[in-house]
């Protein structure tokens, strides 16, 4: 039997080989530099709930950011994934008061978020004077910000660092 009837006669099985070899090959160069990720909690401290996560330690103010904590924080661990918008970037002014998060950026764009610090202080048991402040965004800084009242970010825990950022996500559904 000569290569071509070979060929012929297992066509259909060098194509679903051919096909696999593909998918693998594609699936893995994905895997590389992507990875696709969901929110676990039932009141989602942002507005989607699976995400495509590209990995990148480069992010813009307003992009959603994945993070891994640095330590403890209320009911989450140490090393826990986040993501949360990124609203200060370095060379920002935040300033925390009762209702809303201000961001002043250096070129004098203002941006507000509304928050509810009374209750989420209330809430939480400590005193809300030690939460109404101004940060200055260092460089290897940044202010990240839920967009449910009672996220567990910034507002609470102060600057978060970039040295922990797995990437920047994109919201799918």
Do not use: C
Request: aromatic share 12%; hydrophobic share 40%; proline share 3%.
């Amino acid at each position: 039997m000569d290569i071509q009837s070979l060929l012929k006669k297992h066509k259909a099985r060098i194509q679903s080989v051919l096909f696999i070899a593909l998918a693998y090959l594609a699936f893995t160069l994905f895997q590389a530099n992507y990875k696709i990720s969901y929110s676990q909690k039932a009141v989602y401290s942002l507005p989607h709930g699976l995400y495509l996560t590209e990995f990148s330690d480069t992010f813009e103010r307003g992009d959603v950011v994945a993070f891994v904590l640095e330590k403890d924080r209320v009911i989450h661990k140490k090393g826990t994934n986040f993501a949360k918008i990124a609203v200060g970037v370095p060379g920002d002014k935040v300033t925390v008061d009762e209702y809303v998060v201000t961001v002043e950026t250096p070129e004098g764009e203002i941006k507000t978020y509304p928050v509810d610090m009374p209750y989420l202080t209330q809430k939480a048991g400590v005193p809300i004077e030690d939460y109404l402040k101004t940060y200055e965004v260092k460089e290897g800084e940044w202010f990240s910000l839920g967009t449910h009242r009672l996220s567990v970010d910034s507002k609470l825990f102060g600057m978060e660092t970039t040295n922990k950022i797995v990437g920047v996500n994109y919201a799918i559904w």
